[in-house]
Structures are given as structure tokens and as C-alpha cells.
């Protein structure tokens, strides 16, 4: 008898050759084996899965508190709040992309598991493949554009396009970003309108708020007006913009310039003012820009003309 159970535990796994050698004839040896088996693939498999999602968990963590993008800049009031929305952003975007990780890795852990359990029953697996082959194959010709959208949504947050608070051109809408998933972004425009828009359809985005942004002005004056005195005059006014400690330490972050005449035409004399703000900060110190080279020019004399 104890031969004809080894023989039926040949190909098996140790398991059950141990439990014929201790207990001889036992005819339940094949099932306790096979019991015994499956719990340690179970057991195995969610050790596995907690390992994966232990070292994610660090992964993320470790991405979620990476470097300041404004520590190039002069710190102050403003970079520590920028620093702080890039941190939170920086922290959505990891914990966004380590649950997808945490999903993939559970899927992919949890089935090999159960794919082994059912071998190990002796339950053929090939109809079941192929079967869940076909399905997949149909759910993917079915919804081709949710998997579209999740894809260039992961991508989205992976290179880190736009966030929560960033002021976008997505194409099909301009606005502030209000929220991102995975499959759709959302906007609000200058009007209050919100737009939805998904992620598989946006092919370009024009982002004004990563890193700086920049504002200007033209300056037009007469054609006869002394170009040097402009100059000096608009000069004049970017030094006192950067010395005013409430635009210097919340607003910019480089002192402006004057790029003397940008155009010129047969009535008029262009003159460009550009500084370099925050992130979303470049319509108001432009706004104080036009403020106050129009109270500088008043007070010079200097008339402004319409550019041609």
C-alpha cells in the first residue's frame, strides 16, 4: 500500500512523499498534500502582495517628498507657498500613481495565485484562459477609448503635464484645472464654466503655471520721442517695481527689463517692459506694470500713441 501511495504521489510535490514516509499507508496523503499546498500558495501569494505594496508604499513616499522645483529662485513668503502646492501636488500625483501600482500588482499576484490553485485541483485552466482571452479582446474593441483615456491619464500624472490649481490650454477648453483622474480632467474658465474633458483627447496642453511664467508690456510713443530718455524712464521703473518688497517677495522672481524698442513703424516707437512672475502671477504684476509706466510717463510728458 505504501508503495502504491508513492506511486500516486510521483510528480507531486514533497509534501506529499513526507506524509507516505511518516505515516505509511495513509490513503489521505494525497489530499493533505494537496490541502496543505494550496494554503501555501495562498500564504505566499498575499506575503508577496504585502511585500509589493510595502515597497510602492516607499517608492511613492519617497517620490512624494522630492526636491523643491523653487529652490532655484530667491526664497521668500511666496516660493514657500508655491513649494508647498507643489508638495501636495506632488503628493497626489504619487499616491494616484502607487494605488494604480498597488491594483496592478494585486491583480497580477492574486490571479497567478488562483491560476495555480486551480492547476493544483486538477481544473483545466486552458477553456478558461481562452475564454477570458476572447473577453478581454471584446471589452477592448468595446471600450478602446476608457483605455485610451486611462492610458494617457497615467501618463499624464506620470510626467507630471498639469495639476490641481494649474491654469491650462487643453484645446478643447482654457481654465483652471479643478480636479484630475484618470480618465477625465477638469476645468473651470474665465466665465465659470466648467468643462470636462477627456484625457485620450487632449493631444497638447499649454500649461501657465509650472515653474515661472512671464508678463509684459509694449510701450508705444511717438516716432519723434527721445529713445534714450524712454529707455532710462522705463528703466527707472522696473528698478522701482523690484524694490517694492510686496512684488519682489510674492509676485517675482527676477527683476524686470527693459528690451528697448521692440517694433518700429512710420507713427510710432514700441518699447517692451518684461519681468518674470510665480506661476499665475504674471496678469497682476503686469496689470501694476501698465499702473505705473503710464503715471511715469504722465509725469515725464510723454505722450503714449496708438501702435500702427
Not at 515597497?55 to 521668500?76: C, D, L, P, Y
Not at 503686469?286 to 510723454?302: F, N, P, S
Request: glycine share 8%.
Amino acid at each position: 500500500m505504501a508503495s502504491q501511495m508513492s506511486a500516486l504521489c510521483e510528480g507531486d510535490t514533497v509534501i506529499c512523499s513526507t506524509l507516505v514516509k511518516m505515516f505509511g499507508d495513509a490513503p489521505w496523503a494525497p489530499l493533505v498534500s494537496s490541502a496543505i499546498t494550496i494554503v501555501l500558495i495562498l500564504v505566499l501569494a498575499f506575503i508577496i502582495r504585502r511585500f509589493a505594496h510595502r515597497v510602492i508604499t516607499r517608492v511613492v513616499n519617497r517620490a512624494a517628498t522630492g526636491g523643491s522645483i523653487t529652490s532655484r529662485f530667491r526664497k521668500g513668503a511666496a516660493t514657500d507657498g508655491i513649494d508647498a502646492l507643489l508638495h501636495e501636488r506632488r503628493k497626489q500625483r504619487a499616491e494616484t500613481m502607487g494605488s494604480v501600482l498597488k491594483h496592478v500588482a494585486s491583480i497580477v499576484i492574486l490571479g497567478t495565485a488562483v491560476l495555480t490553485v486551480l492547476d493544483r485541483l486538477t481544473i483545466p485552466i486552458a477553456p478558461l484562459l481562452t475564454s477570458v482571452g476572447i473577453l478581454g479582446v471584446a471589452i477592448g474593441f468595446g471600450a478602446q477609448e476608457l483605455v485610451k483615456d486611462f492610458i494617457a491619464g497615467m501618463f499624464m500624472l506620470l510626467e507630471d503635464q498639469y495639476g490641481v490649481g494649474d491654469v491650462i490650454d487643453a484645446g478643447a477648453a482654457v481654465g483652471t484645472v479643478e480636479a484630475v483622474t484618470l480618465r477625465v480632467t477638469r476645468l473651470r474658465d474665465s466665465d465659470g464654466r466648467v468643462w470636462y474633458v477627456r484625457n485620450g483627447t487632449i493631444t497638447r496642453v499649454g500649461n501657465e503655471s509650472q515653474g515661472w511664467s512671464r508678463a509684459y508690456m509694449d510701450v508705444p510713443v511717438a516716432y519723434d520721442a527721445d529713445i534714450v530718455g524712454v529707455r532710462v524712464l522705463l528703466e527707472q521703473v522696473a528698478e522701482e517695481i523690484w524694490a517694492d518688497p510686496e512684488l519682489r517677495e510674492s509676485k517675482m522672481v527676477e527683476e524686470p527689463r527693459v528690451y528697448g524698442v521692440e517694433q518700429l513703424s512710420d507713427s510710432s516707437l514700441v518699447f517692451r517692459i518684461s519681468a518674470k512672475t510665480l506661476p499665475s502671477a504674471q496678469a497682476e504684476v503686469a496689470r501694476e506694470l501698465r499702473l505705473r509706466v503710464k503715471t511715469a510717463l504722465d509725469t515725464a510728458g510723454i505722450p503714449m500713441v496708438a501702435s500702427a
